[in-house]
């Protein structure tokens, strides 16, 4: 009794000029795609990195001004 066999994608040489076009099609496909996502983690880094840094001046000047208790500690309240 012979199996029947299914073949996806049977291993076929392909032509130069198929080659090319296929290398052509895939680069300007995702070429811009690649180039976007670039874009976006350079813009995402610097913005995040400008709100950290806000984040710290905030946080320092912030400690300037905030009242301490006569034994220099701050923010503390002590039940007696």
Do not use: C, W, Y
Request: zero cysteines; hydrophobic letters at 55%; charged letters at 20%.
């Amino acid at each position: 009794m012979v199996m029947q066999q299914f073949h996806f994608g049977s291993r076929r040489q392909m032509s130069v000029p198929t080659k090319f076009t296929l290398i052509v099609f895939g680069i300007v496909l995702f070429l811009p795609i690649f180039a976007l996502a670039i874009i976006a983690g350079v813009f995402a880094a610097i913005v995040f990195v400008l709100l950290t840094i806000l984040s710290a001046v905030r946080k320092k000047f912030r400690s300037f001004f905030s009242g301490k208790d006569s034994e220099g500690r701050k923010n503390v309240r002590i039940k007696r």
